[in-house]
């Protein structure tokens, strides 16, 4: 006879697989859908919210040459005084471009996170052809009797969007900083070509031009390279303006190598 144990070993449960019937399978899922190429451009960030939002209007009157800018109202600013309040105003700048009739500005509204201005700047003389290649920069700042000004955030209008004789409104998060395009053949700012520029892209900008002269000597073996100056740069400081430095780079496959030149100049 088989020994027989004492203990009492609970018995386990089984539980069958659940297999849907063949007559009502179950519905394939669904893959996720292909992010749209707007989709792939928004900014997405904590300064998108917490630096406030900005609410405008733009209108190009062709037949006067004039562009309007309305400043309708600020909400939700990032305070930046000691009282958790701001002193906001609006820095209108047309880019590429430094000179002070490129630069407009609203008055200063003080103590408040929530400015309503309503107050309409002008540009005028504005051409055709500057309005299919300007971007126009609308910066918030703080304004600081005591110091220096504060800057909270700011955004881009490229204004060939615009139709002529339309007015379009606009409402937008402020940023900190504007992402730059993704660069094609390596991340060497200012140095490589960007694929919007290459497909001519509505969301194209002008960065700036610069002048520059080579000269290979094949006696010495050597290669000149002149910079000779730059124009139209975009403004990176609150200021309006940049202290801009050129470097020079050659370009190899799999190589990368910095040349003993780098130029800078203050507040161009």
């Known amino acids: 006879k088989p020994a027989v144990s004492g203990a009492q070993v609970p018995a386990s449960r089984v539980i069958p697989p659940v297999n849907p019937p063949a007559n009502n399978p179950?519905?394939?899922?669904?893959?996720?859908?292909?992010?749209?190429?707007?989709?792939?451009?928004?900014?997405?960030?904590?300064?998108?919210?917490?630096?406030?939002?900005?609410?405008?209007?733009?209108?190009?009157e062709q037949e006067n040459h004039a562009l309007h800018c309305c400043i309708v109202k600020a909400k939700g600013l990032k305070p930046m005084d000691s009282n958790g309040l701001a002193d906001p105003y609006v820095k209108l700048h047309l880019l590429p471009g430094a000179s002070k009739s490129n630069k407009l500005r609203t008055k200063t509204l003080k103590n408040t996170l929530n400015p309503v201005w309503n107050e309409t700047l002008v540009y005028y003389g504005i051409t055709d052809e500057?309005?299919?290649?300007?971007?126009?920069?609308?910066?918030?700042?703080?304004?600081?009797k005591f110091g220096h000004n504060e800057f909270i955030g700011e955004t881009r209008v490229a204004l060939k969007k615009l139709k002529f004789n339309e007015k379009k409104n606009f409402s937008v998060c402020l940023e900190r900083v504007i992402p730059v395009k993704k660069a094609v053949g390596g991340s060497i700012r200012g140095m490589a070509l960007y694929e919007d520029d290459l497909k001519e892209g509505e969301n194209s900008e002008e960065r700036g031009r610069i002048l520059v002269s080579l000269m290979y000597n094949s006696q010495l073996s050597r290669l000149i390279v002149g910079v000779v100056r730059c124009a139209h740069l975009a403004a990176m400081d609150s200021n309006g303006y940049s202290d801009p430095f050129v470097k020079v780079y050659v370009l190899l496959p799999g190589l990368t190598l910095l040349l003993n030149c780098i130029l800078v100049a203050v507040n161009l």
């Not at 996720?32 to 960030?45: A, F, H, I, K, L």
């Not at 500057?130 to 600081?144: A, Y």
């Open 26 to 60: 179950a519905p394939p899922t669904r893959p996720p859908p292909d992010r749209t190429v707007e989709e792939d451009n928004d900014y997405d960030s904590d300064d998108a919210t917490t630096l406030g939002c900005l609410e405008f209007s733009l209108l190009y």
């Open 130 to 144: 500057e309005m299919s290649r300007k971007t126009l920069r609308l910066s918030v700042s703080d304004e600081d």
